[in-house]
Nanobody
Framework: QVQLVESGGGLVQAGGSLRLSCAAFGSIFSINTMGWYRQAPGKQRELVAT???????NYADSVKGRFTISRDNAKKTAYLQMNSLKPEDTAVYYC???????????????WGQGTQVTVSS
């Protein structure tokens, strides 16, 4: 059983900062890409940022220069530092991890339960 547990969401004023965390628990052999996605009301889930096990990162254009993804592989944890937050960043943020649970078993995606981020104007 694998669980991704997110924390760090909340209410913040525009221009403020939040830091999200996502910790992976359970029987995990290896983790490839970890990432953050978000879904605003009435909209589709969209990619925010990803980080590979080798350290490569990718960001949505809308968050470049404001958000930073990082990870601690030893702790099986990913972080999303969000600065200069805007009301349009308001969404439920979901952690995603592409991981394998055993030697020889192909990796597959797992999702966290989501954490609400609300940015007031």
């Amino acid at each position: 059983q694998v669980q991704l547990v997110e924390s760090g969401g909340g209410l913040v004023q525009a221009g403020g900062s939040l830091r999200l965390s996502c910790a992976a628990f359970g029987s995990i052999f290896s983790i490839n890409t970890m990432g953050w996605y978000r879904q605003a009301p009435g909209k589709q889930r969209e990619l925010v940022a990803t980080s590979t096990s080798a350290g490569s990162t990718n960001y949505a254009d809308s968050v470049k220069g404001r958000f930073t993804i990082s990870r601690d592989n030893a702790k099986k944890t990913a972080y999303l530092q969000m600065n200069s937050l805007k009301p349009e960043d308001t969404a439920v943020y979901y952690c995603n991890a592409d991981l394998s649970t055993a030697w020889g078993r192909p990796p597959r995606p797992y999702w966290g339960q989501g954490t609400q981020v609300t940015v007031s104007s």
